[in-house]
């Protein structure tokens, strides 16, 4: 697939492409080929090759290192199996559960909230997250050529109630840091912007993504520059981690996690305690804790308002506040996400 943030020349050769980019190339996309890394036999739990084909396996190696051998209920091969749960049929379980493709301001704009509005920036990710809100989104009727890019972030010009520029995806840094430095050029050069905040699990799922050209750019940047990332579990934190995180607050980031609150792999106390502590441990602080949105092929991960906010509640007796996610849900329509707890 083509990428989403136009004009570059290939590169000759992969003998010039960064770390990071071959590991995007090199990701584990047979069942298979996971299930012997990790030790497990497939008569358990076979791969549902519908679920395959409708969004396929694609993990990163270094977070297939994070993951037990020998355990088919380890919290990070939940987030990526396609499970045969995914095929069947839920009523309320629907595609664009968000009524995401509404919210168009221009091609590869969207906007719900105001001052803020969100750039699908690349059209894939470095990881599959089987619970992916964005699973059924039509990346190819947002994923706007060049020209198309001029033209939208003319309309975001246009529109001086926009402070906040969120660039998403997809995964934004999927992009090479010559197409990101492009896109974000175009925005510092909006004068109404103070705001970059970029949404992206590839610090985590593929730390040698942190790379000096990525640094500089948002380091140089004149806009404040957040940084929200994506971790479910402690687990998904390795020391590597640690390393890209700790360079990107030299770089004078601020650093949040957003994480989603799923079955089997978080929804207790313990794993979500844990998680907090690990989160500020590398140097990022809990932001928001989300119910899963209702997206066809995902009920298997639903955890109840009700259960969400006794989780939260127990989190808030033994952690310092700051600590505890914001619990919300996202209710197409309204001017903002609904906190729950
Ligand atoms: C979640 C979201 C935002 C950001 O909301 P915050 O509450 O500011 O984090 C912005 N735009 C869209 C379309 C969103 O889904
Ligand atoms: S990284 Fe984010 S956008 Fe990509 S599949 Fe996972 S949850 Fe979805």
């Given at each position: 697939?083509?990428?989403?943030?136009?004009?570059?020349?290939?590169?000759?050769?992969?003998?010039?492409?960064?770390?990071?980019?071959?590991?995007?190339?090199?990701?584990?996309?047979?069942?298979?080929e996971?299930?012997?890394?990790l030790?497990?036999?497939?008569?358990?739990?076979?791969?549902?090759?519908?679920?395959?084909?409708?969004?396929?396996?694609?993990?990163?190696?270094?977070?297939?290192?994070?993951m037990?051998?020998g355990?088919?209920?380890?919290?990070?091969?939940?987030?990526?199996?396609?499970?045969?749960e995914?095929?069947r049929?839920q009523?309320?379980?629907?595609?664009?559960?968000?009524?995401?493709q509404?919210a168009a301001?221009?091609?590869?704009?969207?906007?719900?909230?105001p001052g803020?509005?969100?750039?699908?920036a690349?059209?894939?990710?470095?990881?599959?997250c089987?619970?992916?809100?964005?699973?059924?989104?039509?990346?190819?009727?947002?994923?706007?050529?060049?020209?198309?890019w001029?033209?939208?972030?003319?309309?975001?010009?246009?529109?001086?109630?926009i402070?906040?520029?969120?660039?998403?995806?997809?995964?934004?840094?999927?992009?090479?840091?010559r197409q990101?430095?492009?896109?974000?050029?175009?925005?510092?050069?909006?004068?109404?912007?103070?705001?970059?905040r970029?949404?992206?699990?590839?610090?985590?799922?593929?730390?040698?993504?942190?790379?000096?050209?990525?640094?500089?750019?948002?380091r140089?940047s004149r806009?404040?520059?957040v940084?929200?990332?994506?971790?479910?579990?402690?687990?998904?934190?390795?020391?590597?981690?640690?390393?890209?995180?700790?360079?990107?607050?030299d770089?004078?980031l601020?650093?949040?996690?957003?994480?989603?609150?799923?079955?089997?792999?978080?929804?207790?106390?313990?794993?979500?305690r844990?998680?907090?502590?690990?989160?500020?441990?590398?140097?990022?602080?809990?932001y928001?804790?989300?119910?899963?949105?209702?997206?066809?092929?995902t009920?298997?991960?639903?955890v109840?308002?009700a259960?969400?906010?006794?989780?939260?509640?127990?989190?808030?007796?033994?952690?310092?506040?700051?600590l505890?996610?914001?619990?919300v849900?996202?209710?197409?329509?309204?001017s903002?996400?609904?906190?729950?707890?």
């Open positions: 697939m083509s990428n989403t943030l136009p004009f570059e020349r290939p590169l000759a050769s992969d003998r010039d492409k960064p770390d990071w980019q071959l590991a995007m190339k090199d990701l584990v996309s047979d069942p298979a996971l299930l012997s890394m030790q497990l036999a497939a008569v358990e739990r076979p791969a549902s090759l519908a679920a395959q084909e409708a969004f396929p396996l694609r993990v990163p190696r270094a977070f297939v290192a994070r037990a051998r355990d088919w209920s380890d919290p990070l091969l939940r987030q990526v199996w396609p499970a045969v995914e095929t049929e009523t309320g379980w629907v595609d664009d559960p968000l009524q995401e509404a301001l221009a091609p590869g704009i969207l906007q719900k909230y803020r509005a969100l750039l699908t690349a059209p894939h990710c470095a990881i599959h089987r619970y992916c809100f964005r699973r059924h989104f039509d990346y190819d009727a947002n994923s706007p050529g060049r020209q198309a001029e033209q939208s972030l003319e309309s975001l010009r246009q529109d001086l109630s402070s906040e520029a969120i660039l998403s995806g997809g995964d934004p840094l999927a992009n090479s840091d990101l430095a492009w896109l974000v050029n175009q925005l510092e050069a909006i004068p109404q912007l103070h705001t970059l970029i949404h992206t699990r590839l610090p985590v799922v593929i730390p040698a993504r942190v790379t000096d050209a990525l640094l500089d750019l948002l140089e806009l404040r520059v940084m929200v990332l994506h971790v479910n579990h402690a687990r998904e934190l390795d020391a590597d981690c640690e390393a890209a995180i700790s360079r990107l607050r770089a004078g601020i650093l949040l996690n957003q994480s989603v609150l799923l079955a089997g792999v978080n929804d207790s106390v313990a794993a979500l844990d998680l907090s502590e690990r989160l500020f441990s590398t140097g990022i602080l809990p928001y804790l989300h119910l899963p949105d209702r997206v066809a092929g009920a298997h991960f639903d109840s308002e259960r969400g906010c006794e989780l939260v509640a127990a989190l808030r007796a033994g952690l310092p506040g700051y505890v996610p914001r619990l849900r996202e209710i197409p329509g309204q903002s996400k609904t906190v729950i707890a």
